[in-house]
């Protein structure tokens, strides 16, 4: 490896697998005598994404309050943070309703070529999502967001091998399929996006800004947090069952959408998490099933919906209430996310980095050209 560490974006859209690919990927470069690093990144705070990556022992830093292209500044001083702890690979998992990654992110950090070594843009397929996505009918917004991240990857995995074997057709050359619970397929992503051989940024979108902040401001985003004192002691999975079904039974009643819905209970004894991408589903489960019974517990809860923030809001509120336990310290947060509003992003035909007038068109900016690392 080199003293120049790299920095690896994995972008997909929301629950396509980034976290617990990236997770994985860690794992195997530990194994290799590799260390690494991840920074999430969330429209909001306290990330259930963190706190798994936090649990599992990996370096991790957060970029909140905003997607990468919004919040530049943030990324660059959590990636100089995390050099701190001289990791060989940083990775960086942008939200799942962001795109123009590569206009907006990619590209001005290959101005920090010198520093870093940036690997090229994976973008993850769900392939169930796809499916859906690609389906006539399918939601216009989500569809907006989900074939904007196609079109500027660099490289595209499809995800969930273990569970769902077949190659969706999305109309773009997929690199391999990847199971990040089985492994398959993760080594060889990681030699190939270290390799150095791919090009970087060979994508820069052509995107109306008005339709992208449209259709990201369709979805309702929940983040929550809360202490939980027990009044007899229970297992964080006693906590965590119960309250999730019932917001999945409730938003279902109610017409709301499930993108991605993740939550992690954790006490002294032991952690559950639990998400689904969809109502109904059955949940993933992972943790500690059999951790012994607590009193005092920490919920953190993500949500990312296709309904209205209000309703959503009232859901989750009534379902915190039916907790059995005191709680205190509750934090929730749910809105629409706001315009997105690169702080920069490359020009169109020099390919060279500007700090935005953050009024100006976007829409009409075009093709770029691939850039590459220098040696
Ligand atoms: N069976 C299986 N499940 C997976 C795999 N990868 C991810 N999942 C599950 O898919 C769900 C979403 O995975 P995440 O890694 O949280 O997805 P994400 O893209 O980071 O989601 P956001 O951060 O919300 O955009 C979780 O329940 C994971 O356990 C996989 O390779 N196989
Ligand atoms: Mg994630």
């Not at 060889?188 to 990201?216: F, P």
């Not at 309904?307 to 629409?336: K, M, P, W, Y």
Request: aromatic fraction near 8%; include cysteine.
């Amino acid at each position: 490896m080199t003293e120049k560490p790299w920095i690896v974006l994995v972008g997909g859209f929301l629950g396509a697998g980034k976290t617990t690919l990236l997770l994985a990927a860690a794992r195997e470069l530990e194994r290799r005598g590799l260390r690494s690093a991840l920074i999430l990144n969330d429209q909001g705070e306290a990330l259930v994404d963190a706190e798994f990556s936090d649990l599992h022992g990996f370096q991790s830093g957060e970029v909140t309050g905003g997607c990468f292209c919004c919040r530049f500044s943030d990324l660059l001083q959590v990636i100089d943070r995390l050099r701190e702890h001289f990791p060989d690979v940083i990775f960086a998992e942008p939200v799942g309703s962001c795109t123009d990654i590569s206009a907006t992110t990619l590209h001005p950090l290959l101005e920090f070529s010198e520093t870093y070594r940036i690997a090229p843009y994976t973008v993850l397929v769900d392939p169930v999502r796809a499916d859906a996505l690609l389906f006539i009918g399918a939601d216009p917004n989500l569809r907006f967001i989900f074939e904007k991240q196609l079109q500027e990857a660099d490289l595209i995995c499809i995800t969930k091998s273990d569970i769902y074997p077949h190659v969706p057709q999305i109309g773009y050359p997929t690199a391999r399929q990847i199971s990040a619970k089985t492994g398959q397929g993760v080594a060889a992503w990681l030699d190939e996006v270290l390799s150095g051989g791919l090009r970087v940024g060979s994508e820069i979108l052509d995107i109306d800004y008005e339709q992208y902040a449209q259709a990201e401001a369709a979805l309702a985003w929940l983040n929550a947090e809360l202490n939980i004192r027990c009044r007899v002691p229970q297992s964080p999975a006693m906590i965590l069952g119960p309250f999730f079904d019932c917001c999945d039974r409730d938003f279902t009643a109610e017409g709301i959408s499930i993108v991605h819905m993740k939550a992690i209970v954790h006490a002294d004894s032991g952690f559950v998490k639990a998400a689904i991408c969809a109502n109904g589903q059955a949940p993933t489960v992972e943790g500690m099933l059999d951790a012994s019974p607590a009193l005092d517990h920490h919920l953190l809860f993500n949500l990312r919906a296709v309904g209205e923030a209000g309703n959503v809001r009232q859901i989750v509120e009534t379902n915190l209430a039916s907790i059995e336990g005191d709680c205190a310290e509750l934090r929730i947060r749910c809105f629409h996310p706001a315009a997105p509003k690169p702080e920069r992003r490359v020009s169109s035909f020099t390919s060279s980095v500007h700090s935005l007038d953050l009024k100006s068109d976007l829409s009409s900016r075009k093709a770029g050209t691939a850039a590459t690392n220098p040696p």
